[in-house]
């Protein structure tokens, strides 16, 4: 039974990346563009050691946005409002890592703390309307993207600008106590050395590390049990005891607080500032992730790394005269294909089972008529 | 006898309707003599309030055709990007009404895709949608990229300038031409005299008779279209019965399945022509996350309008005044602020008089904050001012009353031959 399930769980995926690529293949080829060769370039590029330290730091604030994304939907909750939670954390925590001067670990600390409590507090208002005022979290959590881009704007002109040189816009620069050391050393001694300006973020650890919390927090925590009993019987999971709104808020505020964290990777590591093209997208790819890996805490580490790989690896396509936004045809189609997948599947896997324990009692049955004469 | 004489008068739904519209003016009117911003029920303001309605409008509309066959229609948002891309693809080839063709046909396309996963496969139905969401904007991305990057003015973000959708203006009241002949413009006489209430009134009438496209004519012409189509044909009664109770409706021979597909087609087709809409009257060419949420905000209005095709209308209009707003600078700005605020003390006073001191205070506390907000905010910047549509959004679903039914079985998994 076990072996099966873990079957689902391959084939469905797989199934839709095929199909995905089908699907960008045929595009190609409408447009007079051989996919092989577009293909073999990416895999050609995106494999290189300096691809495969940015597919890396790339996979790294998409995974965290994913689970953040995924603790929600565990309980049918959707957090459509990661991307507008983690520019307004990542836009305090730089502020705030600016105006300290802590030790060094403490200082990091700090400002992963002020993210944390920033996205959460932004996440905690669409989980309020929802309790309170009956608002569905989808339309919340996306005005409230809407109005968080506007606010950090604002404040990022208005209120904490920094004192920086030349044409530059960025909020003061956090001290050395604040940043993430390159991960460039650990990579040396396995003989692997990348050239300059590659570098990979020592955020990683911390992500991964989230990774596992976030499994033992949804498969081994009271909590974990309570939210994915809300998500598949909300009412059963009622009567035995679980109060579904303080279940939406704090899931709200948990996949908020996660979140918060996705812009720290490129700040505590590459920019150590907030400037004005501070990294965007992370929040709506992170749903994409999501949904690919199942909300699974390993799935979500092969989506994000192939998100991360299909982005990197994209940027040969230009110079090779192919519209590299063919990765976007891959990317959408690739979600719409596994969520389908995954419902066919388990169709399958549902009815083959109906058909075994069908077989098995008839057995026992004609068993026990036999015993019985 | 007097079975005639009521038939003869307004309904009193229309009357209570005229009333409130009536009501809303004369508010209006009042901010405006208090803080002399013209601007709040000018012709401009009023204009520019319906063309952004449209938009949300449709969306609304979409999803209430989805939603009413039980189908939760989150996708809208992506089937609005079709459209725009679309719409933009056809008036730039053939000229604008193949536009409005393409963008239906491209929000179709889209809804069809939405109805293959959540109908057929029976996936979850907002999994779905904000899938179809990622997959659109990437879809059309992928388009610009080929077809309009070699253009000149086009880039992988936007396409050259397309065809506008003409314009009219109606004759008698907003100065049109009837045939050939330059009728009086009777509207903006009178709101150029700058009486108190009647040149408010005025304005914001001349604002939506004049300078009219034939696309929002059509637009506004669904609404009662819709309510004709789903609450007095046999067809409209079997499709709403597929999202109060799909599996009662299938045992009385109803084909659930396909009427779900009718109404998630009719409801991408809609979102499409809303997204033409912006570009073929709004903005003139394609450009990319020009839809900015419009999608999100129809289904806002689709809640406010407590799944009805007038309501819908209702909220559609009340978001796009607020947007509106937004190009009108500091001072109307802060005259709405000053309205908000007013209208959220009456409330207050409301609430505390039947007896509802929570609600009361709640409501008395944001009146604090939005009245602060107009006493302090002498100036609005202009992050702030493009965060209005959203955060009307917001207000009003928070504020709005909770009377709201929403059709029973919406969003339900429905597999035909299995019981509720």
């Not at chain 1, 230009?318 to 045809?329: A, F, G, K, Q």
């Not at chain 2, 911003?37 to 999803?63: F, Q, W």
């Not at chain 2, 009664?237 to 399945?257: F, I, K, M, Q, T």
Request: one cysteine or more.
């Amino acid at each position: 039974m076990k072996s099966r399930r873990w079957l689902v769980a391959v084939v469905a995926p797989l199934a839709a990346m095929v199909f995905s690529v089908g699907v960008a293949s045929l595009a190609l080829i409408a447009f007079d563009i051989d996919p092989l060769f577009a293909f073999k370039e990416m895999w050609t590029f995106g494999t290189s050691t300096e691809s495969l330290i940015n597919i890396a730091n790339r996979s790294v604030p998409l995974y965290v946005a994913a689970m953040a994304v995924a603790v929600g939907f565990k309980m049918n909750l959707f957090n459509i409002g990661v991307e507008g939670q983690y520019l307004l954390a990542a836009l305090f925590a730089a502020w705030a890592g600016a105006l300290v001067a802590l030790p060094a670990v403490l200082h990091v600390a700090f400002i992963l703390l002020v993210a944390m409590v920033v996205g959460s507090g932004w996440a905690w208002i669409a989980g309020f309307l929802k309790v309170k005022r009956g608002i569905h979290e989808v339309i919340s959590t996306i005005m409230l993207n809407f109005i968080g881009f506007s606010l950090s704007a604002y404040l990022f002109l208005n209120v904490f600008r920094g004192e920086t040189e030349g044409l530059i816009v960025a909020t003061g620069q956090i001290p050395k106590s604040g940043w993430m050391p390159s991960l460039n050393p650990v990579l040396g001694w396995f003989g692997v050395t990348p050239r300059r300006g590659s570098e990979l973020q020592s955020f990683l650890i911390i992500a991964i590390a989230l990774g596992i919390g976030y499994h033992l927090l949804v498969k081994r925590s009271r909590f974990g049990f309570d939210l994915r009993a809300s998500g598949i019987n909300p009412a059963a999971a009622q009567a035995s005891g679980v109060d579904p709104k303080r279940m939406i808020i704090r899931t709200m505020m948990i996949s908020g607080a996660i979140a918060g964290l996705v812009g720290m990777s490129v700040l505590l590591g590459f920019f150590h500032q907030y400037p004005q093209d501070f990294s965007r997208g992370y929040g709506f790819n992170g749903i994409a992730v999501a949904l690919l890996g199942r909300n699974h805490a390993a799935g979500m580490v092969f989506a994000a790394l192939l998100w991360g790989f299909l982005e990197r690896s994209s940027l040969i396509l230009d110079l090779r005269d192919v519209p590299s936004e063919i990765v976007t045809i891959i990317q959408g189609t690739v979600v719409l294909g596994v969520v389908v997948a995954y419902e066919v599947v388990s169709r399958l896997a549902e009815r083959q089972t109906v058909r075994a324990a069908a077989r098995a009692a008839a057995a026992l049955e004609s068993g026990g008529a036999q015993e019985a004469a | 006898m007097t079975a005639v004489a009521t038939r003869l008068l307004p309904s009193r739904r229309t009357s209570r309707s005229v009333l409130y519209a009536l009501s809303a003016v004369l508010v209006l009117a009042i901010v405006v003599a208090y803080t002399g911003a013209d601007e709040l029920t000018s012709r401009g303001t009023a204009s520019a309030a319906l063309r952004l309605a449209i938009p949300i409008l449709m969306a609304g509309l979409g999803g209430l055709f989805a939603e009413r066959a039980g189908v939760v229609n989150i996708g809208l948002e992506g089937m609005m990007i079709a459209g725009t891309w679309f719409g933009a693809w056809g008036s730039w080839q053939f000229g604008p009404w193949w536009g409005v063709a393409l963008g239906v046909a491209g929000g179709a396309v889209f809804g069809l895709i939405h109805a293959v996963a959540t109908v057929t496969f029976a996936v979850d139905h907002i999994v779905s949608g904000v899938a179809i969401n990622i997959l659109a904007g990437g879809a059309m991305r992928f388009l610009s990229s080929i077809t309009y990057t070699p253009e000149t003015g086009g880039s992988v973000v936007q396409s050259p300038g397309v065809t506008k959708m003409d314009t009219f203006n109606t004759p008698f009241v907003a100065g049109g031409n009837l045939f050939g002949w330059k009728s009086p413009d009777l509207l903006g006489w009178l709101e150029d005299r700058d009486w108190f209430f009647v040149s408010d009134g005025a304005g914001v009438l001349r604002g939506v008779t004049g300078e009219v496209s034939w696309l929002t004519l059509l637009a506004v012409a669904l609404v009662p279209l819709s309510v004709f189509v789903l609450w007095r044909t046999a067809w409209g009664l079997r499709l709403r019965s597929c999202g109060e109770h799909p599996w009662a409706a299938e045992s009385l021979g109803v084909p659930v399945l396909r009427m779900k597909y009718y109404g998630v087609l009719i409801s991408g087709g809609l979102a499409g022509l809303g997204g033409a809409f912006i570009v073929l009257v709004q903005q003139g060419l394609y450009r990319e996350a020009s839809t900015a949420g419009r999608g999100f905000i129809g289904l806002g209005a689709l809640i406010f309008g407590n799944w009805m095709p007038a309501g819908v209308l209702n909220g559609a209009l009340l978001f796009g005044f607020g947007d509106s707003l937004r190009f009108r600078g500091a001072v109307t700005v802060r005259a709405l602020l000053l309205t908000i605020g007013v209208g959220l003390v009456a409330l207050a006073v409301w609430r505390w008089r039947r007896k509802r001191p929570r609600a009361a205070g709640v409501q008395g506390a944001l009146a604090l904050m939005v009245l602060l907000g107009y006493a302090l905010l002498t100036e609005v910047p202009d992050q702030l001012i493009t965060a209005t549509p959203y955060l009307i959004t917001l207000l009003v679903l928070a504020i709005a009353t909770q009377s709201l039914r929403m059709p029973a079985a919406d969003g339900a998994r429905y597999r035909k031959g299995e019981t509720g």
